[in-house]
């Protein structure tokens, strides 16, 4: 059973920055593919961005393309999300997710086995 802890989440103005951390209990397998997604109140949970751990290929949701960087440290079996020029409507809480998607469904939260605790991040106006 993989552990993952996110960690970075907090208060920020509009246009501001934040990095989320996410950190996994055991080496991550070069198969697997690491992800972000978020939760605001009262929506769903939405996909943010996407990582493959072998090839690093990556994927981006449209609302936060150009905006957001994930990234990640194969030795310490951690990714990352540099979130830059952050809005009110990215007030979520963003949760890390690790699974074995094919590349057409790494956008879909069912398509991850392992999900973090989540950590809030507040833009205010």
């Known amino acids: 059973q993989v552990q993952l802890v996110e960690s970075g989440g907090g208060l920020v103005q509009a246009g501001g920055s934040l990095r989320l951390s996410c950190a996994a209990s055991?080496?991550?397998?070069?198969?697997?593919?690491m992800g972000w997604f978020r939760q605001a109140p009262g929506k769903e949970r939405e996909f943010v961005a996407a990582?493959?751990?072998?090839?690093?290929?990556?994927s981006y949701a449209g609302p936060v393309k150009g905006r957001f960087t994930i990234f990640r440290d194969k030795d310490k079996n951690t990714v990352y999300l540099q979130m830059n020029s952050l809005k009110p409507e990215d007030t979520a809480d963003y949760f890390c997710a690790l699974g074995s998607p094919i590349p057409q469904t790494r956008t879909r939260a069912g398509a991850y086995a392992y999900w973090g605790q989540g950590t809030q991040v507040t833009v205010s106006s």
């Open positions: 990582i493959a751990w072998s090839d690093v290929s990556t």
């Open positions: 055991a080496r991550i397998f070069s198969s697997a593919t």
